[in-house]
């Protein structure tokens, strides 16, 4: 159980363009879904928090207008890259926490690798 | 705030032989702490946590790590490794609940050579 679905798991779009990534908790509900970003051979640096029905919480330095985040439904949270620029390709992961089991660990998806040429 | 260190980037080591990675943390609240296990090009999976308890905790794969408070430290070790151990590992903090947000250290790149 508690699985979490990523899509796309790869794009590849043109600078200029926008992408939408999506992040579903199949078997459970998530109210709250945290978005990371990880660059070739670093590790995963926290985009934001994102809370259904609310607006999303940015960590400091991530330009909350570039990266849109909604969270319409207690399965769904996107993450949309918008203008996207080559130095936004990196590897985005999203990860949920089971609604209702805040001492549980997260669960993560699976991942998506943005590639902008 | 919260940080994690993982002291070694890489750790080189021959099939069979044991392996221990470093994670000390810091953190001014009371913390959860993971490690995570990661693929080339795949997400994240969790391979240990400690929430409470027994400070020693075990995986199902012969990975084990133990907390230790006073040293604010969480070690990762395998007494053998094997070939399909090799992959970049993490350790990640959480503060107040398990299900709060991550700190990951920057880490551990395995090469289990054979």
């Known amino acids: 159980g508690a699985v979490v679905s990523q899509h796309p798991s790869r794009v590849i779009c043109k600078s200029g363009t926008s992408v939408k990534i999506e992040c579903r908790s199949l078997?459970?509900?998530?109210?709250?879904m945290f978005w990371y970003r990880q660059f070739p051979k670093q590790s995963l640096m926290l985009m934001a928090t994102s809370n259904e029905g609310s607006k999303a919480t940015y960590e400091q330095g991530v330009e909350k207008d570039k990266f849109l985040i909604n969270h319409a439904s207690l399965t769904l949270s996107t993450l949309t890259v918008t203008s996207a620029h080559p130095e936004d390709s990196s590897f985005y992961i999203c990860?949920?926490?089971?609604?209702?089991?805040?001492?549980?660990?997260?669960?993560f998806g699976n991942g998506t690798r943005l590639t902008v040429t | 705030a919260q940080s994690v260190t993982q002291l070694d980037s890489q750790v080189p080591v021959f099939e069979e032989a044991p392996v221990e990675l470093r994670c000390n943390y810091s953190s001014s609240v009371s913390v959860y702490l993971f490690w995570y296990v990661q693929y080339p090009n795949q997400g994240l999976q969790l391979l240990l946590k400690?929430?409470?308890?027994?400070?020693l905790v075990k995986s199902i794969n012969g990975f084990e790590a133990e907390f230790n408070k006073s040293q604010t430290s969480f070690h990762l070790r395998k007494p053998s490794v094997h070939i399909s151990d090799t992959a970049e590992y993490f350790c990640?903090?959480?503060?107040?609940?398990?299900?709060?947000?991550?700190?990951f250290g920057g880490g551990t790149r395995v090469l289990v050579k054979p």
């Open positions: 990640a903090v959480s503060a107040g609940a398990a299900g709060n947000k991550l700190t």
């Open positions: 400690y929430l409470s308890g027994s400070t």
């Open positions: 078997d459970f509900q998530a109210t709250t």
């Open positions: 990860s949920a926490r089971v609604r209702g089991a805040g001492n549980s660990p997260l669960h």
